[in-house]
C-alpha cells in the first residue's frame, strides 16, 4: 500500500510539474486550430476563385480537365479549404514552436533564432510552389504522351486538384526540414557532428518522402528528392559556419 500511495504521490507531482507546460501547448495548439478553421472556411467559402486560380496555373492547349460527377462541387470546396487552410496554419506552427521554446533558451540563442520565422514562411511558400511546379511538370508529360500515342486526354478536376494539394503540402512541410533540424542542433538534443554522421540515413528518409507523393516516374522522384538534400546541405553549412552550432 505504502508503494502504491508513493507511485500516486509522483504522478500527482508530475501532474503539477508539468501541467503549464501542457496548458501552454494546449493553448498554442488551440490557436493551430483555429487558425486552421478560419482559414478554411474562407477557402471553402471562394472555392471558385481558388479553383479557376490552379486551372490557369495548369492550363495546357489542347489538356481536357472535366467533372466526372453532378457532386464534384462538394468535393472541389473541401479540397479548396483545405489547400488555404494548409497554407495559413504551417508557417504559424513554426511561430508557435520558436515561441514555446522560448524560456528555455538564452537571450543570444532565441535571437539567432528568431531569423528563422520568416524564413520558415518563406520555405513553406518555396515548397508549396515547387510541388506545384512539379504537377505541372507531369501534366506536361502526360500531354506530351497522349498527343505522341494519338490519344484523348480527360483529367477528373477534384484528382488533379487533391494531388496537387498532396504534393505541395508534403513538399512545402519537407522545406521546413532546416527550421526543425537547426531548433533541435540549439538545444542540443542533436549534436552537429552527429547529424552530419547520419547523412546517409537522412538522404534515405528524404527519398521515402519524395517517393511518398503523387508523381510515380523517376525523374520525378530525383527532382523532388533533390531540393530536399541540398536544404539539408545547406542547413549544415549555415549552422557550421553562421551559427556555430558544431561548436556547442
Do not use: W
Request: hydrophobic share 60%.
Amino acid at each position: 500500500m505504502p508503494e502504491t500511495e508513493k507511485i500516486v504521490s509522483e504522478v500527482e507531482l508530475a501532474i503539477i510539474k508539468y501541467s503549464p507546460f501542457l496548458a501552454e501547448i494546449r493553448r498554442r495548439t488551440l490557436f493551430v486550430i483555429s487558425l486552421f478553421i478560419i482559414s478554411a472556411a474562407i477557402g471553402f467559402i471562394y472555392y471558385e476563385r481558388i479553383i479557376t486560380l490552379v486551372l490557369q496555373i495548369f492550363s495546357l492547349k489542347g489538356l481536357n480537365i472535366v467533372f466526372t460527377s453532378p457532386f464534384q462541387f462538394l468535393s472541389l470546396a473541401i479540397n479548396s479549404a483545405l489547400l488555404l487552410g494548409s497554407v495559413a496554419v504551417f508557417p504559424a506552427v513554426t511561430v508557435q514552436a520558436l515561441i514555446f521554446v522560448k524560456p528555455a533558451l538564452k537571450k543570444s540563442e532565441f535571437k539567432s533564432l528568431i531569423v528563422l520565422i520568416p524564413l520558415g514562411f518563406l520555405l513553406f511558400i518555396s515548397g508549396f510552389t515547387y510541388g506545384v511546379m512539379m504537377m505541372k511538370y507531369v501534366l506536361i508529360i502526360f500531354f506530351q504522351k497522349s498527343i505522341e500515342l494519338n490519344i484523348g486526354n480527360f483529367i477528373d478536376v477534384s484528382l488533379l486538384l487533391s494531388q496537387v494539394l498532396l504534393t505541395s503540402i508534403l513538399m512545402g512541410i519537407g522545406f521546413q526540414f532546416p527550421i526543425g533540424l537547426t531548433i533541435l542542433m540549439r538545444l542540443k538534443i542533436f549534436g552537429y557532428h552527429q547529424v552530419v554522421k547520419q547523412r546517409l540515413l537522412v538522404y534515405g528518409v528524404s527519398l521515402v518522402f519524395a517517393a511518398l507523393m503523387p508523381p510515380t516516374d523517376l525523374l520525378s522522384l530525383l527532382l523532388l528528392f533533390l531540393p530536399l538534400a541540398f536544404l539539408f546541405e545547406l542547413t549544415l553549412l549555415c549552422n557550421k559556419f553562421l551559427l556555430k552550432t558544431h561548436h556547442l
